[in-house]
Each structure stands twice: as structure tokens, then as C-alpha cells.
């Protein structure tokens, strides 16, 4: 699938569910990719990884080892993700969001399994995909869209070698750390729009004007997406941070504190670059109409100029008989003479005016007025 057409479909949704259908009926979409299905399991001293071809293989890895996680990246068939449902007791509401990726980020307690919806971003171009979390006594099932790559490369690094305290504590600990991978996977994509933004900045005296202003409308529409998606995902993390769920230890709590203050850094920077794209955009439409003033003023001048010029040419091609001028020898020099002079009249008389020079700022090479005190 093309960028565009992703971010096309970003943008817009159609929900698959006919109104009125049997709640927790699991409807995936017919273009999504079918499932692949990872598991690891782990304790503080063995681990074992496995792709799962089908799920009867899944049996004899639970309840084995303290954690259990089972990564499921495509939607593609409502059989899997229902097994999955069935095994692990996940709630059907549940498993309904999980299909409709089009959910703004939230958490929901169903007792023994808190589920946890997110958006995971790549880009610039944007792409996104909704990631949903179950976590349960001693597991932790995660669905994703199918979007090559994710966040989680660090994490499973991070199991496989036992590194940090990820082997030597339960699921909930395993949610932070994934949750924490997705916020602050959006870090890196806002440096490369911050590095667009400077580029559109820098551009502003030399670039085409209009093929400048549809990149930064597309900037523009980017970054609102990212702050739509980045509210509730704050709003998600402070749910967390509360506590009241079984699903999640005091320990944890102490951890996603870290989550809540990166999405809310996130915004004051969201914040920060939309402020700054419509300061773009006034600068650009305020240049733009900047140079349509001065192509109608250099017209005014030419069109000025030419009216009186336009008038002794017509009056001296009348052709009456008896103009006194008709039959003068110099009669066309006075006229070319006189027409000279009138240009050269307008023309002093705009320049005095100030008419003729350009209203836009030169850019100077001399050192800054204000200078910042020498140490």
C-alpha cells in the first residue's frame, strides 16, 4: 500500500459493522494481512521464542513460565483473533476495537484483563498503525495492524539478553516497557517534521511560493493528525497512572509516571510546530500577496505611463485636414520628443514618490544590529 493511500485512509474511515449489529461482532477488514503470530516466553533464568503456524501450538507454551507474550501482527482473519479471545478470556468488546482500527487511544478494565488501545507512528511521510494491548495474571497479548516494522525490536533485545529487570518481573512491568517503546517512538518522527519545518523556513526568501505552501499544508495536516492522535494517548497514560487496576502492580505505577510525562512533552512540542506551521503560512500568503502588489503596481506604472502617450498618438492620428501640425517637417520629432519627455516626467515624478522601489526586505550580509555580550 502507497503512503498516500494510507494516509488517505487515515484520514477517513468507514466503519465495516452494520448499524445495530450484535455488540462484539468481529468484523476485520478484507484488505488487511493475514496474521503472523509470535510468542515469547520467559523467568528470570530461560526464555523461549517460537513463530506459531497454528495455535494448537500455543497450548503447551502457557502457564510454563511466569510471562507469556503473544504478538499478532495482522488482522487479516476473525478466526485467530477469536481463538486468541477464547484462550486468554479476552472480553468481545475487546476483540471488536481491536478490528476497528480506527479507536482513539484509551484503556478499559474488563476485571482480570486490562485492555489498552495506541496508535504506533513512522514517518515523515506519515504512516500509523493501532496497536492493542491485553494483559492479564501472566500474559500479555498484543494485535497489530501489519505495518512493517514496530517499536518493539528494543524490548525483545532487551528479553532475550536479559537486560534491565524486564525477566525478573510479571507482565504489567512488560506493558510499560512496550507502551514506553510506542510514545516514545513519536520523539524521532517529530525531529525529522522539526528538521522539515527549518528546511520550509530557511526556503521562505528563495523558494517557489506556491510549491512551498503544499508542502507545508501537508506538514500542516501531519502534525494535526499526530495532536489528534497524542491528546488521548496523554488522557490513556493518566489512567494508568491512577491505578485501581488488578492487572497493574504499585511497583509499575511508579514506571508509567515516564509514560504520562513524554506524551505530555509530546504536545507542548505538537503545540510548538503547529504554531510555528501557521506562522509559515501567514508569512507565505503575506509574501505571496506582497508580489502580487508589486506586479500591479509595476503594471499601474506602465499603464500610467502609456495613457498619455496613448493620447498624442491618438490625437495626432485624427487625421483631420487642417491640424496645424500635419504638414510641419519636424512634426514627428516634436511628437517623439514630446512623448519622451512626458515618460521622463512620470517617471521622476514616481521615483520621487518612492513608487518605483520594491517593498521587499533585502537580505544583508552585516552583522546583527544587537550583538550578545562578549564573556
Not at 15 to 31: F, H, I, K
Not at 212 to 218: A, I, N, P, Q, R
Not at 239 to 258: E, K, V
Amino acid at each position: 500500500m502507497s503512503h498516500s493511500s494510507r494516509r488517505r485512509r487515515e484520514r477517513t474511515f468507514s466503519r465495516r459493522l452494520e448499524p445495530g449489529a450484535a455488540p462484539g461482532t468481529v468484523a476485520v477488514d478484507p484488505s488487511a494481512p493475514p496474521p503472523i503470530m509470535t510468542v515469547i516466553s520467559y523467568g528470570p533464568d530461560e526464555i523461549r521464542e517460537q513463530r506459531l503456524i497454528d495455535l494448537q501450538e500455543l497450548g503447551p507454551l502457557l502457564h510454563q513460565l511466569p510471562v507469556t507474550w503473544v504478538n499478532v501482527d495482522g488482522l487479516g482473519n476473525a478466526e485467530i483473533v477469536k481463538q486468541l479471545g477464547q484462550q486468554f478470556c479476552l472480553h468481545p468488546l475487546a476483540l471488536e476495537d481491536t478490528v476497528n482500527t480506527h479507536q482513539r487511544a484509551k484503556v478499559d478494565d474488563y476485571g482480570d484483563v486490562l485492555y489498552i488501545v495506541m496508535r504506533m507512528v513512522q514517518g515523515p511521510p506519515l504512516v500509523s498503525e493501532q496497536v492493542s494491548f491485553f494483559v492479564g495474571q501472566n500474559f500479555l497479548v498484543t494485535f497489530q495492524e501489519g505495518l512493517e516494522g514496530d517499536a518493539f525490536n528494543a524490548v525483545r533485545d532487551r528479553i532475550r539478553k536479559k537486560r534491565g529487570r524486564v525477566r525478573d518481573v510479571g507482565p504489567d512491568y512488560l506493558l510499560y516497557e512496550l507502551l514506553d517503546a510506542v510514545i516514545d517512538g513519536y520523539f524521532p518522527v517529530l525531529e525529522r517534521y522539526g528538521v522539515l519545518l527549518d528546511e520550509l523556513d530557511e526556503l521562505a526568501e528563495s523558494a517557489r511560493i506556491g510549491r512551498t505552501l503544499d508542502e507545508l499544508h501537508v506538514l500542516r495536516r501531519e502534525l494535526l493528525f499526530l495532536r489528534r492522535v497524542v491528546w488521548p494517548l496523554r488522557d490513556a497514560s493518566l489512567s494508568l497512572l491512577r491505578g485501581g487496576h488488578a492487572s497493574i502492580s504499585q511497583d509499575t505505577q511508579l514506571y508509567l509516571r515516564d509514560c504520562y510525562d513524554h506524551a505530555t512533552h509530546l504536545i507542548d512540542i505538537l503545540e510548538i510546530y503547529r504554531e510555528t506551521c501557521a506562522d509559515l503560512r501567514d508569512f507565505y500568503y503575506s509574501k505571496l500577496s506582497n508580489r502580487t502588489n508589486e506586479i500591479m503596481r509595476t503594471l499601474t506604472v506602465i499603464a500610467t505611463i502609456f495613457m498619455p502617450l496613448s493620447f498624442i498618438a491618438g490625437l495626432y492620428g485624427m487625421n483631420f485636414e487642417y491640424m496645424p501640425e500635419l504638414h510641419w517637417r519636424h512634426g514627428y520629432l516634436m511628437t517623439l520628443s514630446l512623448m519622451a519627455c512626458v515618460t521622463t516626467g512620470f517617471l521622476m515624478f514616481f521615483w520621487r514618490k518612492g513608487w518605483l522601489q520594491s517593498a521587499e526586505p533585502k537580505l544583508s550580509s552585516a552583522p546583527p544590529v544587537f550583538e550578545p555580550p562578549k564573556k
